[in-house]
Structures are given as structure tokens and as C-alpha cells.
């Protein structure tokens, strides 16, 4: 049972346009949400995180947003650049533990 | 910069054969996860060990065991492997058990294919 989901395995985008990564979860209970990037060949590297406390974070041209009625959250990112190709992963907190959701691949295209 | 280090990049092995798959961390993180990478799947969790002299299991830990005996090492081992083990295996820590920020650093992964 898939507790994370992110239910678009891919997504081109043109550069200099905003890029927007949907994930939904199921557990209410969850702590924390974070997203991870991914380049082929190496691990993944966390991006950011949002408490469930907030609605929104912003890091640079990275912010997420959460909402809890929804059990959603997104990660926009603006402008996307080529280098931003990556698979972007959606991570939730609770239980003592993090789980991840199913990847969603990010191309930027110049 | 180490951070994690995982051996072997990549490995082929034959259906019953045995395998340990190495994790080393120079951070001096309390806790240790490893995790496969399957296409469609995500990051799912074999086993996890929140510090040094402790295991336990996560979603999908059959056909897998681990070890702590330090802080720095977290060997996988496969007694018997089988085909549906082939994935890509990472190797991750954290400051702290399941970080309340969730933030993990993991290693570059060994690619795994059991035929």
C-alpha cells in the first residue's frame, strides 16, 4: 500500500518556465514532507523539507507547498534550468521512519 | 568528501549465491538505512538500524540481512539470492533515527543483477 504516491512518472518542461511536481499522500500522521533529486548514477540528495505545521517554504527558486486538506503537496520550481533534469523524489516522516514515493523524472528541456 | 561509501558499483551474480553488499559512513551518524530502487516502485526500505549494536526491519525485508557491529559499517547481505533481487541498492544515514526534517545522505548505490 503506497502510502506516498506521485502519480506522474514524467515531465518535460521548457527551460526558463516553472516546473511543478505533484505528490498526494494517505497518512495524516506524517511529520515532516521533503523532497530528494536524483542524477543517474548517484544517490539521491535531499532538496527540501516542509513541516506539516507550514503551508508553504521557499529556498531560492525551489518552494513547496503543503496542503493538509488535500494531503498534497508540490514543488515548483522557477525558472527551470537544464541541470534541473533529474527524477525528484517525494518523502514523508512518521513512524520513525521516511518513506518515498515512486520518483517522478523532471526533464528541462533548452 | 566520503560521506557514504558503497562497494560494489555493480555486481552480477548467479541465482543461489551469496553476497554482501558494503555501506561505510564517515560522519559519525547514529543511523544507517538501506534501501532498493525498482522502476515504478520508488525507494523502498530493506532494513534499518537507528545505532550501533541494533537492527531492524523495514518494508521489504525478506531474503536480506544486516549487521551494526560499529557506527561506521552497514553490510546487506543476500544468503540466496534470487532474480526479483536485482535492483539498485542505496546505502543512507542520518544524524539521528528517522530525522524529523527527514534528512538522509545517501551513498552512490550498487547496481545488483541476480540471474
Known amino acids: 500500500d503506497q502510502q506516498v504516491k506521485q502519480n506522474s512518472p514524467s515531465l518535460s518542461v521548457q527551460e526558463g518556465r516553472i516546473s511543478i511536481l505533484n505528490c498526494d499522500y494517505t497518512?495524516?500522521?506524517?511529520?515532516?514532507f521533503l523532497w530528494y533529486k536524483k542524477y543517474p548514477a548517484e544517490g539521491p540528495t535531499f532538496l527540501i523539507s516542509?513541516?506539516?505545521?507550514?503551508d508553504k517554504n521557499e529556498d531560492g527558486r525551489f518552494t513547496v507547498f503543503l496542503n493538509k486538506s488535500a494531503k498534497h503537496l508540490s514543488l515548483h520550481i522557477v525558472p527551470s534550468q537544464p541541470g534541473d533534469s533529474a527524477v525528484y523524489f517525494c518523502?514523508?516522516?512518521?513512524?520513525?521512519?521516511?518513506?518515498f514515493g515512486t520518483g517522478t523524472k523532471l526533464q528541462v528541456i533548452p | 568528501t566520503a560521506g557514504i561509501t558503497q562497494a560494489p558499483t555493480s555486481q552480477i551474480l548467479a541465482a543461489g549465491r551469496s553476497m554482501t553488499l558494503r555501506c561505510t559512513q564517515d560522519?559519525?551518524?547514529?543511523?544507517m538505512y538501506w534501501y532498493r530502487q525498482d522502476l515504478g516502485l520508488g525507494l523502498r526500505l530493506i532494513h534499518y538500524?537507528?545505532?550501533?549494536?541494533?537492527?531492524g526491519k523495514g518494508e521489504v525485508p525478506d531474503g536480506y540481512s544486516v549487521s551494526r557491529a560499529n557506527t561506521d559499517d552497514f553490510p546487506l547481505t543476500l544468503a540466496s539470492a534470487v532474480p526479483s533481487q536485482t535492483s539498485v541498492y542505496f546505502c543512507?544515514?542520518?544524524?539521528?533515527?528517522?530525522?524529523?526534517?527527514?534528512?538522509?545522505?545517501f551513498g552512490e548505490g550498487s547496481r545488483l543483477t541476480v540471474l
Open positions: 497518512n495524516s500522521m506524517f511529520d515532516y
Open positions: 543512507a544515514s542520518s544524524e539521528v533515527p528517522a530525522p524529523n526534517t527527514g534528512e538522509l545522505f
Open positions: 518523502a514523508a516522516t512518521g513512524y520513525q521512519k521516511v518513506t
Open positions: 538500524s537507528n545505532t550501533a549494536g541494533t537492527t
Open positions: 516542509i513541516s506539516s505545521i507550514k
Open positions: 560522519m559519525r551518524h547514529n543511523a
